[in-house]
């Protein structure tokens, strides 16, 4: 059983900044791709940062030069350093990401269970 764990999340004044957290646990093999999504309500899911198992980054246009997407291989865990927030960044961010495990022969997506970034004054 692979459990994706979000933390960081919570209310900032705009300019301000949050470093969200996800830590992935149980029997994996090896983690690939990294992702972070978030959604607003009533709005899609969207792709807000990515990163290779290499390292090799992207970012939506909405935030580049604002968020820093990062990993710790030996923590299993990936990162999402989040600076000068806007109001429109408020939304539930998700991590994502791109796992082989002992139980399955290929790789899947799992997901974790949401954290709450509001950027209000």
């Known amino acids: 059983q692979v459990q994706l764990v979000e933390s960081g999340g919570g209310l900032v004044q705009p300019g301000g900044s949050l470093r969200l957290s996800c830590a992935a646990s149980g029997s994996i093999v090896r983690i690939n791709a990294m992702r972070w999504y978030r959604q607003a309500p009533g709005k899609q899911r969207d792709l807000v940062a990515g990163?290779?198992?290499?390292?090799?980054?992207n970012y939506a246009d909405s935030v580049k030069g604002r968020f820093t997407i990062s990993r710790d291989n030996a923590k299993n865990t990936f990162y999402l350093q989040m600076d000068n927030l806007k109001p429109e960044d408020t939304a539930a961010y998700y991590c994502?990401?791109?796992?082989?495990?002992?139980?399955?022969?290929?790789?899947?997506?799992?997901w974790g269970q949401g954290t709450q970034v509001t950027v209000s004054s």
């Open positions: 994502n990401a791109n796992l082989k495990t002992y139980s399955y022969l290929l790789s899947r997506d799992y």
């Open positions: 990163i290779g198992s290499g390292g090799t980054t």
